[in-house]
Each structure stands twice: as structure tokens, then as C-alpha cells.
């Protein structure tokens, strides 16, 4: 077998200055990133891997098997010239600017040139502290790990932008955390991810130098990012600058609206947490929506204000977007583009989601739906679904589904759905006649449509899942793991890498939420204890 071996282009840290202290203790950093060694682990083993991120990082199966796989990327063995960083950046977290915070718990292993000639960064999440540890201590348990793993790969293969997951391992040292912040810590084991990305930079990595009105580290960095992640906008110039603003917008702007497709809430969607490049990042306490809930919220630190819940991603997002315009203005010194871009941020949304709802429901919207003016019997058969889907707990993934193959005769409507509803008591006479109202005028505008009935079907399943990472079954693998029994982690690994497609042997994955989940932690509710 082959020794593992990278082509390195260690791009980020031939360009930026390091910070010229080199040892590892928290502190304020002025430049880009700081030199620092993942720590080296007491006895590691590999739990889980991904291998299609293996082979676009151009490893073979056998090289993820060997013993130099799971040193590497358990943090305990470094290949010749890597020279692993942890990143400068800040953020607003909960609306409020947090300063520095850096990566605290994460260090880039090495910049590697792909085989197919792109390029990705191989990071390893919790690896120990970095000088933007603060308090912290750097290190991941593993039921945070299996989160991010199973979502992260879960969310490629739903079609939706996010970082990837290329390994999951134990560590064989246990870290200690209080799970509730109610004076209960307790050891619990340790793991470490290594995630994939073409680019970890956040929306904050700009507000920081912005904020310490470092103009030239913050010119180099957006200069950095479009020559590396937006090179088809051209040289950096200020009408470049402006091109990529409104890229980042629209990328965000597709991002939440597959979320808002699949019912992913993200939970923590501080600024620190944004991809520039409009990738999902930083899978903490997120959450799947299992009865559909505008107003749900997975995160038990947001539990007051719900500032992060279902329903206000987009306006969240583009609050986000906001600070970021706000912290790249000095290189663009004109308000009026940059509030354009926003703006559009809104209009764009709103014909996404639209698009995206028609997609779900199989319906075709007229050419002039976004033209001014048009009435939009879509757009409010959206809005009444949202209201319907609310009235009584109704399982989105399995509504969704259901309506795909609705039957044409009204007197199978109840019992063809029935199996999308939490409880049956809730069916009142008076819900049963705001279903039927909907599901008439559903059926008018679908048959609209002079496609096949079978064809609508067809697309609607394409876009709408069957199996999602149902927070309960996440959980239970979770539970699982914790006795070294890794068979329902890789079960769900791998019938979530065909969420679209009816896979009968894997039917109890796409069942609703059981009661004895509804209100139990890590199922209904996270904190941001990882
Ligand atoms: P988050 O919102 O979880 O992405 O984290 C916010 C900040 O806290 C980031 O700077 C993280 O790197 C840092 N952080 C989170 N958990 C830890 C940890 N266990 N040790 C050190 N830093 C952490
Ligand atoms: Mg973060």
C-alpha cells in the first residue's frame, strides 16, 4: 500500500502573516492565524468514515484503513511540511459583537490540491486548544462529532451546500462537560472530526480586522477569497468587490432556502458561523424539523428570545449579511450598492421560496408570477399550507411525500395522510374542512399542469426527502456509540446518502418522531455544550 501523501498549497498561510508567538495560550491575535499543533491522542480509533470524500481527496480505501490515516487524522502524526493553523476571526453571536473569537476548538491540518485540481482545506475538529481557546478547552465529544458527521454528510447528499465530513474518531481521552450547565459535569469520551471545505472562512473573519480598522488585513482577505473561491468574478477592483457582496448574498440566499426545503434549522446562525462561500457550517445544536414549526427552535440557549427558530432564517441571514456589508463598506465607501444588495437579498428570497414550494408541491407558477402586481393564488396556497401544517402537529417529511402520491378520489384524502399527523384527536371537524379546502384548490393548480401525473409525482420526490436525520434517531445512535456500538451511526450513514429514494429496508428511519422523544434532550432540544 501506498503512504498517504498530499499535494500541499498551504495558499492561506503563504499569503497572510502568522502571528509571531508561538506558543499556544489564549490571547488576542492581530493577524490571520496562528501556528499550532493538533494534541497528540491517547489511543484513537477510527469510527466512521466518508468515502467519497476520501476519493475527492484523492485517497483509496485501503489508505483510510491503515494505521497513518487514523494517526493523521486523529491529530497525532503530521505528514512532511504540514503546518497545521487555527484561524483569526470574530463575530456577532446572539446579536450581540463577541470580539475575537478564532478557532477555538479547530485547526487546519494542511491546504490541499485535490485530484481533480481543486482545492480543499482538512481541518480537525477538536484537536485541542488554540490561542482562541478563551476559556475552553479545545476538545469535542462524541456525541457532538456523530452530529456533525452524520449531518454534515447527510446534508451533501440532500443537496444542500455544506462542509464535508471526511472522518469521525475516538480519541481514547475523555473530556469533561456539563451537559445542561447545571452543575453536573461528568467525563465524557472524546472524538475529533476532520472536516473538508474549499474555504473556512467566515462572514466574521471580515468583521474582525474590520472592527480593528486593520483596512489592509481586511483588503487582503477579501482579495484572498475571490481570487481563491470567486475567481470568475475577475482581479479585485471596488466593482469586483461589490460582484462578490452580491454573490455571497445569492449563495446565502440558496442555502437557506434549501434549509428551509428539508427543514434543517441551524440553531446557532451567529455570524462566526456564516460561510463565505455559502456553505452549511458548524453543526452545533441544529435540528430537523419533525412536526412543522415556524416558530421551533432545537437550541435550548436560544429557548427565550428564539432569535435562531425555523421560521426567520432568511431574515437572519440577511441580518447577517448586513454586519458583513457593514464590515467590508471602508473598501467600498458608497452605502447605496451595498443596501441594493440587501435589498435584492429580500426580493431574491421571496421568488426562491416561491420556486422552491412549487417544486415541493408540484405546481407550475405562472410566467408572470414575479412580475409586479400579479395576483399569486400560489404564493397564498403556500402561506395556507404553512398555516394548515400548524394547525395540528403534522410531520413535514412524511406530508410531503404523502402529497406526492395524493389519491384523485377526495374520500381517501384522510386516511392516505392520516399517517403524517401526531395525534389523531386533533383532527377536528373544523381542521378537517381547512384540509380539504386546501388540498381542492392543491389539486386545481397541479392539474394546471399539463405533465403527467405520475411525472409530478415523480419531481416532487426529487426535491422532497424521504429520509432526513430525524433528531431522535440521531440521538439513538448517539446512545449507541457511547457503548462502542457504531451499527445504527453507520446505518444511517448510509441510507441518508440516498435521501430521495424509497429504500423499503430502511422504512423505520423514515417514521414519525415516537412520543417517548418528544421531549427528551438531545431529541427535542440541544444545548450548546459540545
Ligand atoms: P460555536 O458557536 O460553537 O461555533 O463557537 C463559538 C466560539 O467558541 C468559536 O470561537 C469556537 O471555536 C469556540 N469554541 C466552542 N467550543 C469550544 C471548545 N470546546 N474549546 C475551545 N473553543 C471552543
Ligand atoms: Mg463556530
Same mark, same amino acid.
Given at each position: ?47 466512521? %468514515? ?28 503530521? *505528514? ?50 488554540? =490561542? ?8 469535542? &465529544? ?53 472536516? &473538508? ?12 480586522? %474590520?472592527?480593528?480598522?486593520?483596512? %489592509? ?18 482581479? =479585485? ?6 460582484? /462578490? ?8 440566499? @440558496? ?32 435540528? /430537523? ?6 416558530? /421551533? ?78 395576483? %399569486? ?35 381517501? /384524502?384522510?386516511?392516505?395522510? @392520516? ?14 374542512? &381547512? ?30 426527502? @424521504? ?5 431522535? *434517531? ?57
Amino acid at each position: 500500500m501506498s503512504a498517504i501523501k498530499f499535494t500541499l498549497d498551504n495558499k492561506f498561510t503563504n499569503t497572510f502573516t502568522a502571528d509571531e508567538i508561538a506558543e499556544n495560550y489564549p490571547r488576542q491575535v492581530m493577524s490571520a492565524y496562528s501556528f499550532v499543533a493538533p494534541k497528540k491522542t491517547a489511543m484513537p480509533t477510527l469510527i466512521a %468514515s466518508s468515502e467519497l470524500v476520501a476519493q475527492q481527496i484523492g485517497l483509496t480505501e485501503e489508505q483510510v484503513s491503515s494505521p497513518e490515516f487514523l494517526q493523521l487524522f486523529s491529530g497525532n502524526g503530521l *505528514l512532511e511540511n504540514m503546518q497545521p493553523f487555527a484561524m483569526c476571526y470574530g463575530g456577532h453571536q446572539f446579536g450581540h459583537w463577541a470580539g475575537q473569537l478564532g478557532d477555538g476548538r479547530a485547526i487546519n491540518l494542511a491546504e490541499i490540491i485535490t485530484p481533480n485540481n481543486g482545492h480543499k482545506t482538512l481541518q480537525l475538529k477538536g484537536a485541542g486548544p488554540t =490561542p482562541y481557546s478563551r476559556t475552553a478547552d479545545g476538545f469535542a &465529544v462524541l456525541r457532538s462529532s456523530v452530529r456533525e458527521f452524520l449531518c454534515s454528510e447527510a446534508m451533501f447528499h440532500l443537496g444542500v451546500a455544506t462542509t464535508r465530513a471526511l472522518s469521525l474518531s475516538l480519541t481514547g481521552d475523555n473530556v469533561v462537560r456539563d451537559m445542561f450547565y447545571d452543575g453536573h459535569a461528568k467525563a465524557e469520551p472524546g472524538a475529533v472530526v476532520c472536516r &473538508v471545505s474549499s474555504s473556512f472562512i467566515r462572514f466574521g473573519s471580515f468583521q474582525l480586522p %474590520s472592527s480593528r480598522k486593520d483596512l %489592509s488585513l481586511l483588503t487582503q482577505l477579501v482579495d484572498y477569497v475571490i481570487e481563491r473561491d470567486f475567481a470568475h468574478l475577475g482581479a =479585485p477592483s471596488t466593482e469586483v468587490y461589490l460582484a /462578490w457582496f452580491n454573490e455571497v448574498c445569492n449563495r446565502t440566499c @440558496k442555502l437557506v432556502v434549501d434549509w428551509m426545503r428539508v427543514g434543517f434549522v441551524h440553531g446557532v446562525m451567529n455570524t462566526d458561523n456564516m460561510s463565505i462561500i455559502g456553505e452549511t457550517i458548524d453543526y452545533g445544536p441544529y435540528g /430537523w424539523i419533525d412536526n412543522f414549526d415556524l416558530n /421551533w427552535t432545537p437550541n435550548t440557549t436560544d429557548a427565550n428570545g428564539k432569535r435562531y427558530r425555523f421560521g426567520v432564517q432568511a431574515e437572519i441571514a440577511q441580518w447577517n449579511l448586513f454586519q458583513l456589508a457593514n464590515a467590508i463598506f471602508p473598501l467600498i465607501k458608497d452605502v447605496e450598492p451595498l443596501e441594493k444588495a440587501l435589498n435584492n437579498f429580500s426580493k431574491n428570497y421571496q421568488q426562491q421560496w416561491q420556486t422552491m414550494m412549487a417544486a415541493k408541491l408540484g405546481i407550475e407558477l405562472p410566467v408572470d408570477a414575479f412580475t409586479e402586481g400579479a395576483s %399569486s393564488l400560489e404564493r397564498s396556497l403556500f402561506i395556507d399550507l404553512e398555516n394548515l401544517l400548524m394547525m395540528i402537529e403534522t410531520d413535514m417529511t412524511i406530508f410531503y411525500r404523502r402529497l406526492a402520491d395524493l389519491p384523485d378520489d377526495k374520500s381517501f /384524502w384522510l386516511s392516505h395522510l @392520516k399517517t403524517c399527523f401526531y395525534n389523531e384527536n386533533e383532527i377536528t371537524a373544523d381542521y378537517k374542512s &381547512v384540509l380539504f379546502n386546501w388540498l381542492e384548490r392543491y389539486s386545481q393548480l397541479r392539474d394546471n399542469s399539463n405533465k403527467h401525473r405520475s411525472d409530478i409525482s415523480k419531481a416532487m420526490n426529487e426535491v422532497n426527502p @424521504k429520509y432526513v436525520l430525524r433528531n431522535y *434517531l440521531a440521538q439513538q445512535a448517539i446512545e449507541l456509540a457511547e457503548k462502542q456500538d457504531y451499527t445504527l451511526l453507520k446505518q444511517l450513514q448510509k441510507v441518508l446518502e440516498n435521501p430521495y429514494d424509497e429504500q423499503p429496508e430502511y422504512d423505520q428511519f423514515a417514521e414519525k418522531r415516537p412520543d417517548w422523544a418528544k421531549n427528551k434532550a438531545g431529541c427535542s432540544m440541544l444545548s450548546c455544550s459540545s
